[in-house]
């Protein structure tokens, strides 16, 4: 309850902040879906939920990104979040965004993410990523 709670405290603050909301739908053999919103140039906290299975094995996920390098096109990124309820544990990803359209709001992701607890695994994604309000 506590790890949940400390999840919605730490949405609620970033919502606060002037910043860009993203979106995301990974495919992998846990397909998750991601709410973002971009703190400063380089911060991205995601807050993650599994789809496509029951609610009792949906797995929640907090994840504070980093990004290393971005342009108009790519974005490098790597972090460090938590993971609760379903493969538990500490999650850490390193990803790429890339925004190949002339409209820069609808891109496409790829990324690798090790969860280390009581089972680790290495979980790979791609997808897509959608930014609201691009400048």
């Given at each position: 309850?506590?790890?949940?709670?400390?999840?919605f405290?730490?949405i609620?603050t970033?919502s606060?902040?002037?910043?860009?909301?993203t979106?995301?739908?990974?495919?992998?053999?846990?397909?998750?879906?991601?709410?973002?919103?971009?703190?400063g140039?380089?911060?991205l906290?995601?807050?993650?939920?599994?789809?496509?299975?029951?609610?009792?094995?949906?797995g929640?996920?907090l994840?504070?990104?980093?990004?290393?390098f971005?342009?108009?096109?790519?974005?490098?990124y790597?972090?460090?979040?938590?993971?609760?309820?379903?493969?538990?544990?500490?999650v850490?990803p390193a990803?790429l965004?890339?925004?190949?359209?002339?409209?820069?709001?609808?891109?496409?992701?790829?990324?690798?993410?090790?969860?280390?607890?009581?089972?680790?695994?290495?979980?790979?994604?791609?997808?897509i990523?959608?930014?609201?309000?691009?400048?």
């Open positions: 309850m506590k790890r949940i709670f400390f999840m405290i730490f609620g970033a606060l902040a002037q910043a860009q909301w979106t995301a739908f990974h495919l992998s053999n846990r397909p998750f879906i991601g709410v973002n919103r971009q703190l140039d380089n911060w906290p995601e807050f993650r939920v599994d789809v496509d299975n029951s609610f009792e094995f949906t929640l996920e994840a504070v990104n980093y990004s290393f971005q342009n108009e096109t790519v974005q490098l790597g972090g460090l979040g938590g993971r609760v309820n379903y493969f538990s544990g500490l850490i990803g965004n890339i925004y190949p359209f002339e409209n820069k709001n609808f891109g496409f992701q790829m990324e690798i993410a090790g969860i280390i607890g009581e089972v680790s695994i290495l979980r790979g994604s791609t997808g990523r959608y930014r609201f309000n691009k400048n």
